[in-house]
């Protein structure tokens, strides 16, 4: 992880109409995360991880307090049940 990057938890996945799936990885205390979408054709070519290390350029705050808690919650579940490089 560079000097600049955060590593992030996998805290949530969904799927779209478009064919596409978008992948939220945030921070450990939940208050910033960076979203990620991807073709369903990707993610045959493509690894996905338990963690990210994101670029802190590429964080966005969570500005809702019951989300900021869920994904706090939920990368805190991912922390102790996964390494980072876990491929799910």
């Known amino acids: 992880m560079s000097e600049n990057s955060v590593q992030c938890w996998l805290v949530e996945r969904s799927y ?7 992948f939220v ?3 450990p205390d939940g208050s910033r995360y960076h979203q990620r ?4 054709n990707m993610l045959f070519r493509l690894d996905v991880t338990a ?8 964080l966005q705050p969570v ?9 706090a919650a939920e ?4 922390a102790s049940e996964h390494d980072p490089d876990d491929t799910l």
């Open 16 to 22: 779209s109409d478009e064919n596409l799936v978008s």
């Open 63 to 71: 500005d809702d307090d019951a989300l900021r808690e869920r994904y």
């Open 37 to 40: 979408d991807l073709s369903a």
């Open 25 to 27: 990885y945030a921070t």
């Open 75 to 78: 990368a805190d579940r991912m």
């Open 51 to 58: 963690a990210r290390s994101v670029p802190e350029s590429d």
